[in-house]
C-alpha cells in the first residue's frame, strides 16, 4: 500500500547536524513533489521544505533556510532532510508529506514522523 | 506571504451536533485550501482539497466550501471519531505552503 515511513530522528546537541529519511512505497515516486512539515510538542503544523518531483525546485520556510537542506534520490524512492545548525527550536516531530497531485497541491500521504530532540 | 486563522480555536461539542470551523486567508488563494484532522500521536490526515473536493474514503459528513479569502468545514453529524484538532492550509502561494493555527474539537 501507499505508505511513507520516515527515519533517522534523535537526540543531538544545539550546533549540532541530524539527516532525516523518509522511504516510499506503493506509488511512483519519482512523480510527485515532496515535503517535510514539523510539530513542536503541544503545537501546530509549521511546513519546513517542499521538493519538486524531479528535484529542480526547492523551497524553504525563513526558520530553516541556510540550515536545512531537502533532497531526493528517485532510484532509492526516498526523500531526505540535511538539518545543520541545530537550535533548541528545532525540536519538533517531522513527518515527510507526498502531494496529492504532480504539481503543488494538498498533502495526501503522510509519514507516521520522527522526533528530533535538540538539546543540551 | 499569506497567513491563515482559524476560529473557533477550540470548541466543544456533542455527538449528532452540526460543527463548522472558517479558515480566513490574509489575501485571496482561489481555491488552493485543504483541511487535515490530526489525532494526538497521530499524522495529519487529509479530509478536503481544493476547498470542496472531498479526499476518497473519508465520510460525506465532512465538507469544505469558500473560495478567496474565506472558507469553511462542516462536519455535519459529529461522530465520536471526529474529535480531533482540524487545521487548514493554503497552496496557492508559496513559500510558505502556510497551515492555519488549528482547531481543536473535544467532547461537550
Known amino acids: 500500500q501507499v505508505q511513507l515511513v520516515e527515519s533517522g530522528g534523535g537526540v543531538v546537541q544545539p550546533g549540532g547536524s541530524l539527516r532525516l529519511s523518509c522511504a516510499a512505497s506503493g506509488f511512483t515516486f519519482s512523480s510527485y513533489g515532496m515535503h517535510w512539515v514539523r510539530q513542536a510538542p503541544g503545537k501546530g503544523l509549521e511546513w519546513v521544505a517542499f521538493i519538486r518531483y524531479d528535484g529542480s525546485n526547492k523551497y524553504y520556510a525563513d526558520s530553516v533556510k541556510g540550515r536545512f537542506t531537502i533532497s531526493r534520490d528517485n532510484s532509492k524512492n526516498t526523500l531526505y532532510l540535511q538539518m545543520n545548525s541545530l537550535r533548541a527550536e528545532d525540536t519538533a516531530v517531522y513527518y515527510c508529506?507526498?502531494?496529492?497531485?504532480?504539481?503543488?497541491?494538498?498533502?495526501?500521504?503522510w509519514g507516521q514522523g520522527t522526533m528530533v530532540t535538540v538539546s543540551s | 506571504a499569506i497567513q491563515l486563522t482559524q476560529s473557533p480555536s477550540s470548541l466543544s461539542a456533542s455527538v449528532g451536533d452540526r460543527v463548522t470551523i472558517t479558515c480566513r486567508a490574509s489575501q485571496g488563494i482561489s481555491s488552493a485550501l485543504a483541511w487535515y484532522q490530526q489525532k494526538p500521536g497521530k499524522a495529519p490526515k487529509l479530509l478536503i482539497y481544493?476547498?470542496?473536493s472531498l479526499e476518497s474514503g473519508v465520510p460525506s459528513r465532512f465538507s469544505g466550501s469558500g473560495s478567496g479569502t474565506d472558507f469553511t468545514l462542516t462536519i455535519s453529524s459529529l461522530q465520536p471519531e471526529d474529535f480531533a484538532t482540524y487545521y487548514c492550509q493554503q497552496f496557492n502561494s508559496y513559500p510558505p505552503f502556510t497551515f492555519g493555527p488549528g482547531t481543536k474539537v473535544d467532547i461537550k
Open positions: 481544493d476547498a470542496s
Open positions: 508529506a507526498k502531494d496529492l497531485v504532480r504539481g503543488v497541491g494538498a498533502f495526501d500521504i
